[in-house]
């Protein structure tokens, strides 16, 4: 175990990948007498599911969410609906505190965009939840991406894509302002004998007047142990890997075993031409295993899962990632068909997409879940992580197909033998989340946050 | 215990007053050895707390809250610094859910502006919240009164009092349209045999156009146990007791013993005006026991909190309630001299209430702490309550001089001969809070909030 403010030495990253609602990722599984989705409104299965990850020395729980519904699939939100895509949808912020009271290590991490909360707000909510969680709270910073959010929100229409990575810039230069720079280490006395609880002179306005935002403050909140907390972010374009290179202490990816060194290396690559090293950052990679006793067993139960997913959920749910209605494909229209009509732009790429042997639209949106399923014995799931590790991601979002199975599964099975190999931690660091991940509890000096700092 | 859907007897009902911070509002005395303001950061002492509550069956923990800082006084924020008067300030939301985890019944109810966070993210949030505790969450609704707070948020300047009341109806409107008429009852099936979660026909979008917000919806949350939360409010103005007819459930008042009945008369009337009944709203008053085994001891342990008493923090925090800066009168200053002086507007006011005996501006700061106790026995402490609820008060916000004390010498002292004469429960009613206090879980359909149901 790496002493406080030395850089603790690589080892494979673990985090359960959830989100507040009944069906997160994999459609159409909702309703399967071993999942506890249907429960999510209630404490208990998150409860349950974070001593779970705790006893399995998972890093974080990773909470997902939307402030808006999947409407572009035929143009409306009916097919979301009918099969709780993502909808119903709570606020996963406030899973946070709860989870606090049963666990002592797991990092607890929530997506919020910069579209929901007001800066002052948001900010003052995450330093309650880092004191709250003795500076165990990550951030997944998001910029919105569904129409529907702006809509819910106050905007005729979402900003153009650049602009909304421009708005979240000045959304975080506000919270580095607050949360770095407003309360001096030194501000808080606590000197009871001479009635003094914090020095003035060490307490500051922010005074940000920005294009987006205007903030006077002081920060209402005496610092916390990460004060600014623990950053997560996955942008996957230009300009969002660019925000990434710049702010991001985790980012949130979904490549190919090939395409993982290219992908780590370009973001590497921007973050030192901000200023930081390329290590500053640690790279998730999103996997749905279906662990099995054997390889049959295993195959068997992928198989059957295969067979309840949604293919209308999953159509919806990728229309609303692609910004482009699918309602037009019929899910028993063969491939062929398709083909021959000469079909283009993304039903072309989709068709193209199709693993051999693809007969119908609704096999192949099918597979679009089952193929990122990673299947196998445990000792198989545990290569295929351990490829990944090695082809230069640090650890892992687990996606779920029923939940707390999944991670039951990656627990029990997976991680004693990625334990063997010497590859995930047996027990936790001591500290705040960012000391666990990276050794100190505080943004390093050269993060653009700590320009905050006076 | 009266069956769901039936009134309940009327009885005294019990909150535990308090705030997310170091010193909420007897000034001066975070610094003794027996309480525990310090450890206001923390989850302990909140969930510590909250157990206490549930043992000693009160109704509920209402946590005040600020969004900005009191710089008022001498024209900064400096004395409120120096002395943690109501800053630092973490959020109070964030610690409903962890309590929600070791109490089973006790009301949870948090302060929030209309100012601090959009409409559409918090009803998203008071839906979670709702669903999270079973139905035991209230917002005491406030429009901010601090110039910071605007500040902090965005506005030039806080719009004056009546538009800012007028924006907090627009914004209570966007909240019931989201909770009462989004989803109606029976849209969700959660048919695992049909694979239908809800039906996207009892599901609709809200489409709110008005001056201050446009939100399209539908709500993300499914129905809560309470579907809007119980509502508090603490309107003191004529526009303020409007809006208390209007929308509270719960008012919040400070008033003596004889300004209580023609105060209660005034807002009942003005609810029947809305279309309610006169009773549809529960008075709570704000009420800080300093109880002794004997009066002799009750009159000393007041005298010792009254002596350590913060004056200055006093005057700052007076200055930016009644927005006017106290900050040129010394505390050494003898009030004749004052009105020798023949001193006018706020501070002949002041010096006017002064009790008898009090010589200088410190005292009178003092007596405006102390003169709020009420002092004694746990007998005469329960009769003194029991005096409000015979004029018309139907419960108490208990505001402490140290935590948990002040709520330990009232439940260990005060409840039992409360009990005893039968004005408090002796055991919780089941189902959600609105039911525990009203007989119904769900807002009745002569609220205003219900003309948003389809």
Chains 1, 2 share one sequence.
């Not at 969680?133 to 702006?150: C, F």
């Not at 879940?369 to 000792?379: C, L, N």
């Not at 197909?401 to 029990?412: A, N, Q, S, Y």
Request: net charge negative; charged share 25%.
């Amino acid at each position: 175990m790496a002493p406080p403010g030395v850089e603790p030495p690589r080892r494979m990253l673990l985090n359960a990948f959830s989100m507040n609602c009944v069906s997160h990722l994999q459609q159409g599984l909702w309703g399967r007498d071993d999942t506890r989705q249907r429960e999510y409104a209630s404490l208990e299965p998150w409860l349950d599911l974070a001593r779970l990850l705790e006893r399995g020395r998972f890093d974080a729980l990773f909470l997902a969410d939307v402030t808006g519904v999947y409407d572009v699939y035929r143009d409306g939100p009916e097919t979301a609906i009918r099969h709780a895509m993502q909808v119903p949808a709570n606020d996963p912020m406030l899973l946070v505190p709860a989870l606090a009271t049963v666990t002592e290590h797991l990092g607890l991490a929530f997506t919020s965009s910069v579209y929901q909360a007001h800066p002052f707000t948001f900010a003052r909510q995450l330093s309650t939840l880092d004191h709250l969680t003795d500076g165990r709270v990550a951030w997944n910073v998001v910029a919105s991406y569904l129409p529907n959010s702006a809509a819910n929100l106050g905007f005729d229409a979402l900003p153009a894509h650049d602009d909304r990575y421009d708005r979240a810039d000045e959304y975080l230069d506000v919270c580095y302002q607050l949360w770095e720079g407003s309360w001096e280490d030194g501000a808080v006395l606590a000197d009871r004998a001479a009635g003094v609880y914090a020095d003035p002179a060490r307490v500051h306005r922010i005074d940000h007047h920005g294009e987006h935002y205007r903030v006077a403050g002081p920060h209402l909140c005496e610092p916390s142990p990460q004060r600014t907390p623990l950053l997560f972010q996955a942008g996957s374009s230009d300009r969002g890997r660019e925000f990434c290179g710049r702010h991001a202490e985790c980012a949130f990816v979904i490549s190919s075993l090939d395409g993982v060194g290219p992908l780590v290396d370009d973001v590497r690559t921007r973050a030192a031409r901000h200023g930081r090293r390329p290590h500053d950052i640690r790279f998730f990679q999103a996997l749905t295993p279906v662990v099995g006793g054997t390889e049959a067993e295993a195959m068997a139960k992928a198989a059957e899962l295969g067979e309840q997913v949604s293919v209308e959920a999953g159509l919806a749910h990728l229309s609303g990632a692609v910004g482009a209605d699918l309602g037009s494909l019929d899910p028993d229209r063969p491939l062929d068909q398709l083909r021959a009509e000469g079909v283009q732009g993304l039903v072309k790429r989709l068709v193209d997409s199709a693993p051999p042997g693809t007969r119908t639209v609704g096999d192949l949106i099918r597979s679009n879940a089952t193929g990122r399923f990673t299947v196998g014995s445990a000792e198989q799931v545990a290569d295929v992580m351990e490829r990944f590790f090695h082809a230069g991601i640090d650890g892992f979002n687990l996606v779920y197909t029923t939940t707390p199975g999944t991670f039951v599964d990656v627990i029990d099975g997976v991680v004693p033998i990625l334990r063997e190999r010497g590859l995930v931690q047996t027990d936790y660091a001591p500290g705040p989340l960012r000391q666990k991940l990276f050794g100190h509890a505080r943004l390093p000096d050269r993060h653009p946050g700590a320009a905050a700092r006076r």
